[in-house]
């Protein structure tokens, strides 16, 4: 019953925060930059014409109507038309999410796979050789910027080793469409082509150390510091006296709760994950949502890139609702306090 | 929560301020000038900033930032002439570099002067007040939180056009965020305490209150994640140049030389490579000088 309570109270914030981010994005689409009606034609079109489009796009309407029609259209996932693509929003994002879904998720997971272990292994280690290496390698994840990271695993694995392939999913002339789930890996192996799920793996690689860096180096701290933190508990003290051994103490009495940091860590770095999605795709060429968002910037298609940023929103409130769900599971304070 | 320097004493004990001041800046001293981090920190950051400030001095082919072409000098690899090699125009690198250094450093300066009064004074007054003060200003930044800043920038260059200024204004928009969040959770624990309400009692004003009281006990914590923020701007406002939405060619700017010279990687991977050091090194120094720092005042939550 607490735990049912605590998941409506943290539903209803995260549409509240979705309500407040569709003003903003409606407002700087909107308001902010004068005419979008102009800005789709440019500057050669004549009056008439853009007075055409404005009674088309509901422009001439009062401001808070046209906002409420922008809402009525994103609830009933109506994200307007494109004008680089000449289709809909929808589709276009539709198309491209796939890939940065796939992109995103291979990174959370061999973010939490290689800090969270590196974490304990450092605090084990604390102030030894172990944890002053893995802080100087963590700090490096965090200070490299991820197009750079990705460029130099570029130049390293693509060009002097060539042994990874450097940009898109799949290899040229290989004609394979994702149409189960849009992930690769896992629609090559659904379609048992399991020879082109080594393929969508090899083409994964690169993108997601570039993505995952910044991500391992927080994680990988957070970890440590909070396993130091459960180390000087009471109870671990009593288990230590008990003589339960070192191995269970560390990984069923000191790991569980030590999981709720780097779980709160990783919600909040989700927020320069999807950032960094978009300089990653872009080197690498990976033909994702986050690039098709940059090209549409670039062509000031604003309903694009209005598109663009509510589904990034959409999808950092969704990770981070995920992410206090698991919290609350982990950590039975968090459901009965309300807080992290 | 360990917040509070200890070393600050609040401003109605004045007498004993002098004193306590010099000793606690030799203590701090201390404490920085042990942790061999801090200090390579300190000397990139001071490093970048002389680069920055004395461009025009160092730079060993001032005359070659900007609009320059020499097409004889192209693509020249690192050498005594070139540390650094040329660029697709035959324009020495390192000069470039140099000169991005200042546009780096315009930017943190323009985006943290302009977030950070904003950011306290919002946090400030949520902390203090509490109330719908509180509710109103803390669900705001909660909101402003949750939207990916890199995302958002994004999306405002490419309402306005892509350059400078409004790069600064994109990061701007959401950066005051973190300080609110930073200033309210302070203030929160400084406000219950004595010298808070000995100033309360004494007829102090509000402004009074959030100005002089309160205010001088978040500066160390304000100059810490000042100092990490810096590389963190660095960082965002490069991504965004790097994609084309932020400063333009021909200023000499890190992240679109990045992206400029990918186009003839791996041959002539200098022209890309040494301005991507260049960002990471300046990064890395504000982010040692930062942890550095926060050893050095006790700050422990500041990240």
Known sequence: ??????????????????????????????????????????????????????????????????????VGGLLQGDLGQSLLTQRSVNEDIGDTFAATFELVVATVIVSMIIGVPAGVMAARNKDGWLDNSSRFIALLGVVTPAFFLAILLQIL?????????????????????????????????????????????????????????????????ITRSSMIDVSRQDYIEASRAFGIPA?????????????????????????????NAFVVEMVFGWPGMASYGVRTILQKDLNAVMGVVMVSGLFFVFVNLLIDVLVGYVDPRVRIRGTR | MAVLNNGSAPASVEEAVPAATISNAYKNWYRFSRNPTAVIGAVIVLIVISCALFAPWIAPYPEQVDNFVDFRARHLPPSWE?????????????????????????????????????????????????????????????????????????????????????????????????????????????????????????????????????????????????????????????????????????????????????????????????????????????????DGLRDMFDVEDVR
């Open chain 1, 247 to 275: 191995r269970i103490r560390t990984f069923k009495y000191m790991l569980r709760p030590s999981f709720v940091p780097p779980l709160t860590i990783l919600g909040l770095e989700f927020a320069s994950l999807i950032g």
């Open chain 1, 157 to 221: 694995a693509g060009y002097v080793l060539q042994i990874l392939p450097v940009t898109n999913r799949m290899p040229a002339g290989i004609d394979f469409q994702a149409n189960i789930t849009g992930l690769m890996v896992i629609d090559t192996m659904l379609h048992g082509r399991f020879d082109l799920t080594v393929e969508a793996l090899r083409h994964l690689l690169l993108p997601t150390i570039a993505l995952s860096a910044a991500t391992i180096g927080q994680i990988m701290r």
């Open chain 2, 82 to 290: 070139h540390w650094f090699g040329t660029d697709n125009v035959g324009r020495d690198v390192l000069t470039r570099v140099i000169y991005g250094y200042r546009i780096s450093l315009l930017l943190v300066v323009v985006v943290l002067g302009l977030s950070i009064p904003f950011g306290v004074m919002l946090g400030l007054m949520a902390g203090y007040f509490g109330g719908w003060v509180e509710i109103v200003i803390m669900r705001l930044t909660d909101i402003a939180l949750a939207i990916p800043p890199l995302v958002m920038a994004l999306a405002i260059t490419a309402v306005l056009s892509p350059n400078l200024m409004n790069a600064m204004i994109a990061i701007s928009v959401l950066w005051w965020t973190w300080h609110t969040r930073l200033i309210y959770s302070i203030t929160r624990t400084l406000k219950t305490q004595e010298f808070v309400e000995a100033a309360e009692i004494l007829g102090a004003s509000k402004f009074h209150i959030l100005f002089r009281e309160l205010l001088p006990n978040c500066v160390s914590a304000i100059s810490v994640k000042a100092t990490l923020d810096a590389g963190f701007v660095i960082l965002i406002g490069a991504s965004l140049s790097f994609l084309g939405l932020g400063v333009q060619p021909p200023t000499p700017d890190l992240g679109t030389m990045v992206a400029t010279g990918a186009d003839y990687l791996p041959d002539r991977w200098w022209q890309s490579v040494m301005p991507g050091m260049a960002i990471l090194v300046a990064i890395l120094g504000f982010n040692l000088l930062g």
């Open chain 1, 1 to 70: 019953m607490e735990f049912l309570y605590f998941l409506a109270r943290r539903l209803l914030w995260s549409i509240l925060v979705l309500v407040g981010l569709s003003i903003i994005i409606f407002t700087i689409a909107r308001v902010v930059p004068g005419d979008p009606a102009r800005i789709a034609l440019g500057p050669l079109a004549t009056q008439e014409q853009v007075a055409a489009l404005q009674a088309e796009m509901g422009l001439d309407q009062p401001i808070h109507s046209q906002y409420l029609g922008y």
